[in-house]
C-alpha cells in the first residue's frame, strides 16, 4: 500500500491537467468579473429609472364631499407645490 502511495506521490502525469485548469478557471473569473460589472451597471440604470418614475407621480388629490340621509362629509384636498429639481432625468 505503501508503494502505491508513494508511485502517486511522485507521478507528475497530471501536470497538464491542472495547467489547463487554471487556463480555464482564469478565463471563467475574468468572464464573472466582467457580467458582475455588467450587471451593477444596469442594476444602476434601472434604480434611477425607478426614481425618475417616482418624481413624476402626481401627489395632489382631492375629495368631494358626501351627502347623506342624515350625514354628510367635507371635501380634503392637498397640493404639492413643484420642487427645484423636479424636472424630467434631473436625477442623472
Avoid: K, P
Avoid at 502511495?5 to 507521478?11: I, S
Avoid at 507528475?12 to 471563467?28: K, N, Y
Amino acid at each position: 500500500m505503501t508503494q502505491l502511495f508513494t508511485q502517486l506521490h511522485n507521478d507528475e502525469a497530471g501536470f497538464i491537467i491542472s495547467a489547463e485548469l487554471v487556463l480555464v478557471a482564469t478565463i471563467c473569473v475574468l468572464g464573472m468579473i466582467v457580467g458582475l460589472a455588467e450587471l451593477a451597471l444596469n442594476v444602476n440604470h434601472e434604480l434611477e429609472d425607478v426614481g425618475s418614475a417616482m418624481q413624476c407621480l402626481q401627489q395632489s388629490y382631492y375629495v368631494d364631499g358626501f351627502n347623506g340621509h342624515q350625514a354628510c362629509t367635507h371635501a380634503s384636498s392637498f397640493g404639492d407645490c413643484l420642487e427645484f429639481c423636479a424636472g424630467q432625468g434631473d436625477i442623472r
